[in-house]
């Protein structure tokens, strides 16, 4: 739970930033411009990430490597984790004027990532996940979008 309350403060903020830079609007907005939805959307949005990441590492095959990615990690790597997805969050946000460099930027920084992770096959699948919860996030969240 407290994973979730920490991503939904900081990607509230962060979504914020796009309603400020105009990336985004909401057809009815509660506070500084953002729908009455926004924080309990993402404190559920974080907690199903939570879950199904929980959930997919109990199911993997043994050739997946996974350790370090369950492992306890330090603070340093929290931290350095928490900084680099606001970065990215709002990046996307003061980016929304130029989306074809904004793409080459996020799928750049995140070649060299895979390849620099100790976790590739883990990292891709990851990816994908995201990609489809996104997918399907537009799919079931539409009636209330913007």
Not at 14 to 37: E, I, K, M, R, S
Not at 57 to 80: A, F, H, M, W
Request: aromatic share 18%; charged share 10%; hydrophobic share 55%.
């Amino acid at each position: 739970m407290l994973f979730a309350l920490t991503g939904a403060v900081l990607t509230t903020f962060c979504d914020g930033v796009h309603v400020h830079t105009q990336t985004l609007t909401y057809p009815n907005p509660f506070l500084f411009g953002q729908a009455v939805w926004v924080f309990p959307g993402f404190v559920l949005a974080f907690l199903v990430m939570e879950m199904s990441y929980l959930l997919v590492v109990k199911r993997l095959p043994d050739g997946v490597s996974i350790r370090q990615s369950i492992s306890k990690g330090n603070v340093r790597d929290l931290v350095e984790s928490i900084v680099v997805f606001a970065l990215v969050y709002l990046l996307s946000g003061f980016g929304n004027f130029e989306p074809v460099f904004l793409s080459v930027i996020f799928y750049g920084t995140f070649a060299v990532r895979w390849m620099l992770t100790y976790d590739r096959l883990w990292l891709l699948l990851l990816a994908v996940l995201m990609a489809i919860g996104a997918c399907l996030r537009k799919v079931f969240w539409q009636p209330w979008d913007w």
